[in-house]
């Protein structure tokens, strides 16, 4: 048990009472109120406004001399240091007393005054959207990109595009779905979805979840779960472009990405080349390799190793 004695808890804050200019203003307004109300009680004349000059000013000087006793004491500085220790080691509690968003859009225009004096604060905007959107429903976890791609002699190639990865839903939000769009430049050619599987289950309605509007954008719509913490999707489309016009495939993504890896295999006579693009870094250099029936590999993040939003990588076609 610890010592209860009142007088040795508050010793620290009293003792700061003794020193320094702590004591002048504290002991100083004391003798100032006590000399007040003793000159008040003389008869001569313009005692009482003397009096009450004292006894006011005694009133500003102790309440200094408190202050800057509460300031220096021991209890002081433990129940500051508590602050900014919680601060840095349990930043959830602040959520119960400032705005985090705010603050931290404020520390980015901070940061970013000094070397973008004139757009600082349009800058921390796009970084706050791209990076801090509390709007995000999900992240992808073991993220497995594949292409089986085949150019045909006529010139139009064709490719299998797998895409199977993990979704971790935030449990913040109030419903979560799973969303991809895909564009073709080729006229008179459709994007097709061949399988659609939640949790290694093929689901039976896949042609009803994609959709194309009037600009030939086609959307996957996936509901999921939302009391799920994590989704394994698996779904495959197959579509055409011309080697000749679009020699590449594109690829962005929007969600931070927790590993991941691409591969692709391309019949004879024609080689890969994976070229980074987006906003976003990779983590370390991209490590090629290969896979069972002549898949090339790509592994743009070790198992846990994260990509953030806005990184993105393009699958460039050539002869060999």
């Keep these: 048990m610890g010592n209860t004695n009142p007088l040795h808890s508050h010793k620290p804050f009293i003792s700061t009472l003794t020193t320094g200019v702590v004591a002048v203003l504290f002991w100083g307004g004391l ?3 006590i000399i007040g109300i003793l000159i008040g009680q003389l008869s001569f004349n313009g005692a009482i406004i003397i009096s009450d000059f004292l006894v006011k000013g005694s009133s500003a000087i102790l309440g200094a001399g408190v202050f800057a006793s509460i300031m220096k004491s021991a209890q002081f500085t433990s129940i500051f240091q508590q602050q900014v220790f919680e601060v840095f080691n349990d930043p959830k509690k602040l959520s119960e007393i400032v705005d985090v968003p705010k603050r931290w859009s404020v520390l980015t225009c901070s940061r970013l005054k000094d070397v973008l004096p004139d757009i600082y604060d349009m800058a921390a905007e796009k970084l706050n959207e791209a990076f801090f959107d509390d709007e995000l429903e999900y992240h992808f976890e073991d993220y497995d990109h594949s292409y089986d791609i085949h150019v045909g002699k006529d010139g139009f190639i064709t490719i299998m595009n797998t895409f199977d990865a993990n979704i971790v839903i935030n449990p913040k939000i109030d419903e979560c779905t799973f969303l991809q769009n895909f564009s073709t430049f080729l006229e008179g050619e459709a994007i097709t979805i061949e399988d659609l599987e939640l949790e290694n289950v093929h689901q039976s309605n896949k042609d009803s979840l994609f959709t ?109």
Excluded: H, M
């Design 31 to 33: 003798a100032t109120l």
């Design 212 to 320: 194309k509007n009037k600009d030939n954008v086609y959307s996957l719509s996936v509901p999921i779960d939302k009391n799920k913490a994590k989704v394994r999707i698996r779904r495959t489309i197959r579509y055409k472009q011309s080697l000749s016009t679009e020699p590449y495939i594109n690829v962005s993504i929007s969600r931070y990405v927790k590993g991941a890896i691409v591969s692709a295999r391309i019949n004879n006579g024609y080689k890969l080349r994976l070229v980074k693009s987006g906003l976003g870094v990779f983590t370390e250099s991209i490590k090629e390799g290969l896979r069972a029936e002549g898949y090339q590999t790509w592994t743009l993040a070790k198992q846990g190793d994260l990509l953030l939003p806005g990184f993105g990588y393009i699958l460039v076609i050539t002869s060999e």
